[in-house]
């Protein structure tokens, strides 16, 4: 069911909020979007038990596999302006009182056209569902957050929390969703949410059930290079002359967050190199012609094996190679160096493997100065096992807004011989230098476990 009230209040100035409801009762709605590993959204009746807490219909989604925080987008608050505070509750099913699985409410902030947009956290509630079965949480979120920019939305989530020994998939219930926002805004539930429904498209909604031609489809396979590189400085450090625009292009995983549906890809595929010594010789031929012959090299460093580019493995690839090493000239087979790699944020299904080389529709964004991509749905896997030797550089070229720092951003780099000027903190933060000079921050974002903490 929905509802609206108007509350008017007066004072020297009139102010006006709108009160609105939604608990899926019209039997279609489920969620507006999601993040991470969240599956199986459906709008149901009573189940396994559970009967809805207001009316006859729920929400129920689940975490499968169980990696991350996964998010259910359960209303968008569009139209908003400086200085606004926005009050959103929901109730959430747990019977498992000071421990998980729980749910939490938290918001996070968008482009006003675009909900698959992220822009930064809008924060949220520090207090879990607290396992007395039907539960209400609630948070009020404001325009006045530092991180808030003018024509941003807002994004209720219910953040999900599971324990990582399952059981997988865990289930969740959730129902009766109530904002209280500003007149002026709009405020969006699930249920006959329009977007764009084409699959093929940068901006699919798989949770949009009509069509409303917002459609954007990608100009086309780009190199990370071609994304990445340029020598405008810009407004801040180095923007693509690509943001906004949604691409297709390819790269090896060399990291993936533990928690979070981030990954980096790298282009940076030494072909010919088989056997990953950084050089090209009659081992790497050896090597290539047994994985011909086993029809595997797809799983051998496939990206190194295809030295001919077109796409398979096969004796003109034995050939090609064994003729570069007798000239010596296999160096121009496409070893990375600089504008490499990026930063793929806020995936919406299952990551990738580190090693996999894949390919990827995405949008490019700017974060911050950021070079990242967005609204990815999809990819396809090309190769596994591959391997992407790490860029030497020095401490020195990160330091400030340089063209040494933006050619390797995203890429997986070493920095050797180095002092620690500063030891970890409680965010697992810490600085190095090495003896060219400039202290960089070292953290443990992408770190599986418990990161080192040196002193």
Partial sequence: ?????????????????????????????????????????????????VSPYDGSRMLTVSESPIDGTPQAFIAWVTDLSAGQDITACFYGYDTTPSSAPSLRIWGS?????????????????????????????????????????????????????????????????????????????TVNYPGS?????????????????????????????????????????GQYCYESVHDQECWTTSGTVTAKHPEYSNF???????????NADSGWNVLDIVSLANCVLANNCDSQNGCAADVNGDGYWNVLDIVQLANCILVENCGGNGVSSSYEGIYVHGFSGALPTIGDNITITATVNEYYSLTQLI?????????????????????????????????????????????????????????????????????????????????
């Fill in 375 to 455: 609204d990815a749905a999809s990819y396809s896997v090309n190769s596994s096992n591959n391997s992407v030797a790490p860029t030497d550089i020095s401490t020195g070229d990160l330091t400030g807004c340089q063209e040494e720092g933006e050619a390797v951003e995203s890429m997986l780099v070493r920095i050797s011989d180095v002092t620690v000027t500063t030891a970890s903190n409680e965010f697992g933060e810490w600085y190095v230098e090495d003896s060219d000079g400039g202290a960089v921050m070292i953290n443990d974002k992408s770190f599986d476990g418990e990161g080192p903490a040196p002193n």
């Fill in 109 to 185: 902030w968008t482009a006003n056209d675009d909900i698959n947009s992220y822009q930064g956290s809008a924060d949220g509630n520090n207090d879990y569902t607290d396992g007395s079965g039907w539960g209400q949480v609630c948070h009020t979120f404001s325009t006045n957050q530092e991180n808030w920019d003018s024509d941003e939305a807002l994004i209720i989530q219910a953040r999900l929390y599971s324990s990582s020994s399952g059981p997988d998939p865990t289930v969740y219930f959730i129902d009766l969703v109530e904002v209280t926002a500003p007149g002026s805004a």
């Fill in 1 to 49: 069911m929905k509802k609206i009230f108007i509350i008017s209040l007066f004072a020297s100035i009139i102010f006006t909020q709108q009160r609105s409801s939604y608990s899926w009762e019209d039997g279609t709605g489920t969620i507006l979007g999601s993040y991470g590993n969240l599956a199986d959204p459906a709008n149901v009746g009573t189940t396994s038990g």
């Fill in 193 to 233: 949410a329009s977007g764009c429904t084409d699959a093929l498209a940068c901006n699919y909604n798989p949770f949009a059930s009509d069509e409303d031609g917002s459609c954007v489809y990608p100009e086309g396979s780009i190199s990370i290079y071609d994304i990445q590189y340029t020598e405008d400085q």
């Fill in 264 to 274: 980096y890809i790298q282009d940076g595929c030494k072909i010919g190199d088989l």
